[in-house]
């Protein structure tokens, strides 16, 4: 039972236009949400978050939507640029729970 | 600020032999966590140390592994003996306190392949 699931394993953006990583889950208790980007042979790293009391954060060409109704979650990155080219993977957290429930991951492939 | 620090960065042994990962969490970091990355799976949480303290090991597969820490600047991973389904990237990952809005800055993993 995936409570976090990522639909595309992924997707190929050109140079400068916007891509559009999605999210979605199941579990209502879901409170807070996260991004983490992922190159080969390293560890993810923390990308961006969102709280649930939220329905948009900002962090320079990232931004992450939540629509809690639709229990959906996007990243949009724009403009897209060749390093931006990764795994991403969503992430998601309930109240004082400490574990994260990931989803599959998305490849992002960025095109000059 | 080194990172976490996890070794080896790769691991090929035969079934049935002792594989031990080691890891070492960002300095003043008091969670750690492992997590296992399969293509079938995705990533799972093995187990999470919270001072030092083993909190939840509920993701730990089987008898077959088992982890530690003996002190706050050093974790294992152990699975003896090893299994071909054991063949994964092992992933350790530190955060402050643990708490549950809190980043977890992960290690670049190990590698583990069993033949």
């Known amino acids: 039972d995936q409570q976090v699931k990522q639909n595309s394993p992924s997707l190929s953006v050109q140079e400068g236009r916007i891509s559009i990583l999605n999210c979605d889950y199941t579990n209502s208790m879901f409170d807070y949400f996260l991004w983490y980007k992922k190159y080969p042979a390293e560890g993810p790293t923390f990308l961006i978050s969102?709280?649930?009391i939220k329905d948009k954060n900002e962090d320079g060409r990232f931004t992450v939507f939540l629509n809690k109704s639709a229990k959906h979650l996007s990243l949009h990155i724009v403009p897209s640029q060749p390093g931006d080219s990764a795994v991403y993977f969503c992430a998601a957290s309930a109240g004082s729970n400490y574990q994260l429930i990931w989803g599959a991951g998305t490849k992002l492939i960025i095109k000059p | 600020d080194a990172g976490v620090i996890q070794s080896p960065r790769h691991e090929v042994t035969e079934m049935g032999q002792e594989v031990t990962l080691r890891c070492k969490p960002i300095s003043g970091h008091n969670s750690l966590f492992w997590y296992r990355q399969t293509m079938m799976r995705g990533l799972e949480l093995l187990i999470y140390?919270?001072?030092?303290?083993?909190?939840?090991d509920s993701g730990m597969p089987e008898d077959r592994f088992s982890a530690k820490m003996p002190n706050a600047s050093f974790s294992t991973l152990k699975i003896q003996p090893s299994e071909p389904r054991d063949s994964a990237v092992y992933f350790c990952?530190?955060?402050?306190?643990?708490?549950?809005?809190?980043?977890?800055?992960f290690g670049p993993g190990t590698r583990l392949l069993v033949l």
């Open positions: 969102i709280s649930s």
């Open positions: 990952a530190s955060s402050p306190s643990g708490g549950a809005q809190e980043t977890q800055y």
């Open positions: 140390f919270n001072n030092n303290v083993p909190i939840d």
